[in-house]
């Protein structure tokens, strides 16, 4: 059974940082493309980051670049986002995913790639 749970989230000011983290189970190959995903109230799901298991390829939304990063442990089981000098327009449910399908790198930061979700964990930024 594959599972993905997000944690991490929480309220912080502009400027401020959180670490989200996404335990991922359930996969037979380490080699996959795995990506984070914010949805605001009233906003379609955009893409954030993504990142290839198998060489650690990884793409940025242009909003993010230099201010967050992607990342995976050593066991490649946990998923990871750093979020630095996070701002109003940060504030969004974020949520992890995984496709287990042969992976184009960079991996996509496209939601319909991805098959698999977890179920979300909230990040509210104020000014």
């Known amino acids: 059974q594959v599972q993905l749970v997000e944690s991490g989230g929480g309220s912080v000011q502009a400027g401020g940082s959180l670490r989200l983290s996404c335990a991922a189970s359930?996969?037979?190959?380490?080699?996959?493309?795995m990506a984070w995903f914010r949805q605001a109230p009233g906003k379609e799901r955009e893409g954030v980051a993504s990142?290839?298991?198998?060489?650690?390829?990884?793409d940025y939304a242009d909003s993010v670049k230099g201010r967050f990063t992607i990342s995976q442990d050593n066991a490649k089981n946990t998923l990871y986002l750093q979020m630095n000098s996070l701002a109003p327009e940060d504030t969004a449910m974020y949520y992890c995913?995984?496709?287990?399908?042969?992976?184009?790198?960079?991996?996509?930061?496209?939601?319909?790639?991805?098959?698999?979700w977890g179920q979300g964990t909230p990040v509210t930024v104020s000014s």
């Open positions: 995913a995984a496709d287990r399908t042969p992976p184009v790198i960079p991996c996509a930061l496209r939601g319909y790639v991805y098959a698999d």
């Open positions: 359930g996969y037979t190959d380490s080699n996959y493309c």
């Open positions: 990142i290839y298991t198998g060489g650690l390829s990884t």
